[in-house]
């Protein structure tokens, strides 16, 4: 029988991507106790490509919030992992800390990473609201457009 | 004694602003175990952000300093709003992250954020000093000039 919150990504018509692959020496998750660390994710699209670009320059705001709503998504991908395949093992999401390369104009950075945010709360409900940190960056690893790292609690 | 922190702010002459609300689908705090996790707190007071800019350019290393005090006592009220108003109940300030607007050949990030986590230790004394990172950002929500975060640890 599926879990609960398998069901509730279902009813969202959501298909989590396979968890991502660290691309150095590092591991995309690390559990101490009952909480979960999220390596940095990007914003990997079904086709296995990134999205790539910048805010305020190549990049509108609402493909923005798409990209960090797939970083979500991957972010929820290694979650799965971590939790032995069992969503329902998720107590709440603690933290989201965000990366938005743009220019140093662009001001909206919390419209971007609400793609993210609205995300957790859609598939987890108030289990998925969250302190957040969202932060403007120069650059990114290979040129993406947005970088997620997480902290989630373990039930 | 109760209110041991209150005094301490009394002395200092310094009261607490509201802590505010965020600007989107997430939380000012959230609690996990013994530790506080506090978002990304701006230097909003009365709802305005009242120091927007960048460091080495339109911001000198003073101003910014002000500003991370300012970040930091939002992130004091939040802080106070998880201990249910009760501040005796931090046990210690665990991490400040410090990020700073900043041009990409400004190096005086640990002056700003000095203004944070001097702020911090004055409150809470020893029990305020606490690991800390500092960074520059290419830019910062709604054109802030610095963030600060944190992660505090409390008592029942």
Redesign the interface.
């Known amino acids: 029988m599926p879990g609960t919150i398998d069901a509730k990504l279902a009813e969202l018509g959501i298909n989590l991507p396979v968890g991502a692959s660290p691309v150095a020496s590092y591991v995309m998750s690390a559990t101490v106790?009952?909480?979960v660390h999220l390596a940095g994710h990007g914003p990997r699209q079904a086709d296995g490509t990134l999205v790539k670009g910048r805010l305020g320059e190549n990049l509108a705001v609402e493909d923005g919030a798409q990209a960090a709503r797939l970083v979500g998504l991957g972010l929820l991908a290694t979650l799965r992992d971590a939790c032995g395949g069992d969503l329902d093992r998720v107590g709440?999401?603690?933290?989201?800390y965000g990366l938005i390369?743009?220019?140093?104009?662009?001001?909206a950075?919390?419209?971007v990473?609400?793609g993210a945010?609205?995300l957790m709360?859609e598939v987890f409900g108030d289990a998925g609201?969250?302190?957040?940190?969202?932060?403007?960056?120069?650059?990114l690893p290979s040129g993406i457009a947005v970088e997620i790292e997480g902290?989630f609690?373990l039930c | 004694m109760a209110g041991r922190i209150e005094a301490r702010l009394k002395e200092l002459g310094i009261e607490l602003p509201v802590g505010p609300a965020?600007?989107?689908?997430?939380?000012?705090?959230?609690q996990?175990?013994n530790l506080v996790?506090?978002?990304?707190q701006i230097p909003l007071a009365d709802g305005k952000v009242r120091h927007t800019g960048?460091l080495g350019d339109s911001v000198e290393v003073e101003e910014g300093r002000a500003a991370a005090r300012l970040c930091a006592l939002n992130v004091v009220a939040q802080v106070k709003a998880a201990c249910g108003g009760d501040l005796d109940r931090v046990v210690r300030c665990v991490r400040l992250?410090g990020?700073v607007?900043s041009t990409?050949d400004f190096g005086d990030h640990p002056a700003v954020v000095n203004g944070a986590s001097d702020t911090i230790v004055e409150i809470f004394g020893d029990q305020g000093h606490h690991a800390r990172f500092a960074v520059g950002?290419?830019?910062?929500?709604?054109?802030s000039a610095v963030?600060i975060?944190a992660v505090f640890e409390v008592s029942a």
């Open positions: 106790g009952r909480l709440r999401c603690v933290r989201l390369r743009c220019t140093p104009e662009f001001t950075h919390a419209t990473m609400n945010s609205d709360v609201l969250h302190a957040r940190t969202t932060i403007g960056a120069r650059a902290l609690e | 965020p600007v989107a689908n997430y939380v000012p705090y959230v996990s175990g996790f506090v978002a990304g960048i992250g990020y607007s990409g950002a290419g830019s910062l929500p709604l054109g963030e975060d």
